[in-house]
């Protein structure tokens, strides 16, 4: 597997700063029942402050990893890949930073430039600065399509929360080629008093090796 392919595996955590997206008509203005269910995902995930789970991700070309995640809004994140893969992703509230010990590489992006910022924002506003695309509904929740209105954030990202309980259950991160990586959370829960270290990530390298580019 290339270092290009494994990088590609965090997709749907880091998302990686992806090319433009082709310019799109304006989205429609939401309806009352569409807008209440933005208004109740928004109000969820400002409750969420503390979480850690479990979750499975799922490729473009149907390869499935999993592994442990700990959220600490806002802008915390870590995501530590099961073995055999190398992979860890942490979100210190600026960077988003992806080292593989396996390949023995590392690379930091901004957090303001991935479609996660869209839910680890210090306030969550779904109408400001974010375009709603698509509500839909589901047979057990529904889920929103929104891309980031400063383009800031390339690519789009669909949240999908369940009902009963209101939970979010996954995300799914789409490019501008149409590739989506999607992410399915199989337990998680709030919990508090998360180690800071836990969203500290530092490049193991050696000061005089370069950060390799994409």
Not at 47 to 75: C, H, I, N, W
Not at 132 to 147: E, H, K, M
Request: charged share 25%; hydrophobic share 40%.
């Amino acid at each position: 597997m290339t270092r290009l392919t494994r990088r590609a595996l965090a997709l749907g955590l880091a998302a990686l700063p992806l090319p433009a997206l082709a310019q799109r008509a304006p989205a429609a203005p939401l309806s009352p029942a569409d807008k209440a269910l933005v208004d109740r995902a928004a109000a969820y995930l400002e409750g969420l402050t503390e979480a850690k789970g479990r979750f499975v991700q799922t490729d473009a070309r149907g390869a499935m990893t999993q592994g442990s995640l700990y959220l600490k809004r806002p802008g915390k994140a870590r995501f530590e890949y099961d073995k055999p893969s190398g992979l860890l992703v942490v979100s210190d509230g600026g960077n988003v930073s992806i080292a593989d010990s396996r390949l023995k590489t590392f690379d930091a992006y901004p957090l303001m430039a991935t479609p996660l910022s869209i839910f680890l924002a210090r306030k969550i506003r779904l109408d400001r600065g974010i375009n709603v695309t698509r509500v839909a509904r589901l047979a057990d929740g529904f889920s929103i399509t929104a891309r980031d209105g400063k383009k800031q954030a390339e690519g789009q990202i669909t949240l999908t929360f369940s009902d009963n309980p209101m939970a979010l259950v996954g995300w799914t991160v789409t490019d501008a080629q149409g590739s989506s990586t999607r992410i399915r959370l199989t337990s998680l829960t709030k919990t508090s008093g998360l180690a800071p270290s836990l969203f500290v990530l530092k490049d193991p390298r050696p000061k005089n090796v370069g950060r390799s580019k994409m």
